[in-house]
């Protein structure tokens, strides 16, 4: 179970990347996204453990769902074109 959860711990970062990538959190008040800056500014920076992240990961899911919904518009798009 630990090994299935660092892979998919990996692939929700990259998602979220994605997500920031894409701009999907745009429309999104910039108050909402200060919480999770400053959270890894001092849990990582600071403290320097990774296990203080759990306040962050509501958001990391956010932005990763967020990329996932605008991957699949565009899949659909792309193959309602190609029809």
């Known amino acids: 179970l630990t090994t299935i959860s660092v892979y998919a ?14 701009g999907v959190a745009r429309k999104t008040p910039f108050a909402v996204w200060l919480f999770p ?5 001092f849990y990582s920076f600071l403290t320097g453990e990774i296990r203080y992240r759990a306040p ?5 899911v956010l932005l990763a769902a967020a990329a996932a919904v605008a991957l699949y518009d565009a899949w659909r798009r792309r193959s309602a074109r190609a029809r």
């Open 56 to 60: 962050i990961e509501p958001f990391t």
């Open 9 to 22: 711990s990996w692939i929700l970062g990259a998602l979220a990347i994605a997500g920031i990538a894409m």
């Open 37 to 41: 800056l400053l959270a890894i500014v």
